[in-house]
């Protein structure tokens, strides 16, 4: 998705929780565990908000640093097959020279002749005489 989409939905998200602190900002009692506090609901809406966005970018930092670090990897990798493949064609046309018989040592060919008139080509003759 866009960054675009991503910064609408964050002001929108904003301003729906920024509204309703401004009227719900009634004194309420938080309890957890054995702790106790009083606090603006709006205060906690807002703290409450913001530590879910900690949260959610500090997951996503990690998700990021991980994804770098496998193409890091990946980069690597490919960087080292590559050296790998060159050097295998290079020792592949290395021994490709040191197999193949010098042009010298080779049979000659014969040379082809074609025939004088159409009817030997017909007849299923060779062109090779």
Do not use: C, H
């Amino acid at each position: 998705m866009s960054i675009m989409f991503y910064l609408l939905f964050a002001v929108v998200f904003s301003a729906i929780i920024a509204i309703f602190a401004v009227q719900n900002a009634v004194v309420v009692t938080i309890s957890f565990l054995t702790w106790k506090m009083e606090s603006s609901l709006a205060v906690i809406v807002v703290t409450a908000a913001g530590i879910g966005i900690l949260i959610a970018l500090s997951i996503e930092m990690m998700i990021q640093v991980r994804l770098r670090l496998r193409l890091r990897q990946s980069n690597n990798r490919i960087k080292e097959l590559e050296a790998q493949l060159e050097k295998y064609i290079t020792d592949a046309a290395k021994s490709a020279k040191e197999t193949a018989p010098p042009a010298s040592l080779a049979p000659p060919m014969p040379p082809l002749e074609k025939p004088a008139s159409g009817t030997e080509a017909k007849a299923g003759k060779p062109f090779i005489k």
